[in-house]
């Protein structure tokens, strides 16, 4: 028969799981060791980045690391209509442009884009008049609130800012744990659960 402690164990290790995953921010590397790429011989995407991000979870003050050259460029939107139609609207406030300032074809570029809005994220390149878009050289994310965006990232402008929509607006008390800047007091009390667990574990074992 499963001793209790073995039932206590579990509930700990999903304890000290679920703490770890929300305590830092991440850094997402598109498309994985394929980069930001695309081969305008055979028309196609260096992968799946589809595929690619539906593996993971995205949360405010995140970044995606764009390993990429100056054949493409990286363009961020929250306009589905934008999106879906593969080309980069300057006069939209809800669509950026990082292309890297880059004159020559071929140049290797890293793009570090930050995300800063809660919701649908879409990005694309609109490089080759809309043909890498539309072959797939697009993806969307849905970013969820996790930490909050760190201090580095919560002030206008530059990254592109917006306040985030939600519960914990102006009108409503700040929720002191997920707006920790530095994960503190979220570490202090996820500490302070871990050492309740082990104090009963320690308890079950006398
Ligand atoms: C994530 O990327 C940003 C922007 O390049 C960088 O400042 C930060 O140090 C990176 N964080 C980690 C954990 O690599
Ligand atoms: C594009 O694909 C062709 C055919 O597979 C290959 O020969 C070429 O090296 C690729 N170009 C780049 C830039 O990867
Ligand atoms: C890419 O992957 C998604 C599922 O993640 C799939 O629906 C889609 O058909 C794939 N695209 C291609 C071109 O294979
Ligand atoms: C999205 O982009 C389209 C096309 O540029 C524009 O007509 C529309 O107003 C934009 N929507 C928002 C919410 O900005
Ligand atoms: C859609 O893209 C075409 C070019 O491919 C452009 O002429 C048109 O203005 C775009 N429409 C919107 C709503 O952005
Ligand atoms: C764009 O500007 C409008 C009007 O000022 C604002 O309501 C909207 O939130 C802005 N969108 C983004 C993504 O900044
Ligand atoms: C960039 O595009 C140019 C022109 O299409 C092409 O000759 C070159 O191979 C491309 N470089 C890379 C690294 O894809």
New binding site residues.
Partial sequence: MAPPIAAHLTVFALLVTVSAAATVYHNHTVGGAAGWSFNSTTNTPATNYSSWASDQTFDLGDYLIFNTNSNQTVVQTYNK??YL???A?DSDNGTFVYDGGSRVFGEALTIAVPLTIVGPNYFFSDAG??VQCQRGLAFEIDVQRGLGLPPSLNQPPPPPYQEPPGRDAAQSPPVAVAQSPSGAAFATRADASVAAWLLLLLLQFQ
């Fill in positions: 209509t934008t139609n593969c080309t609207d008049d809309g």
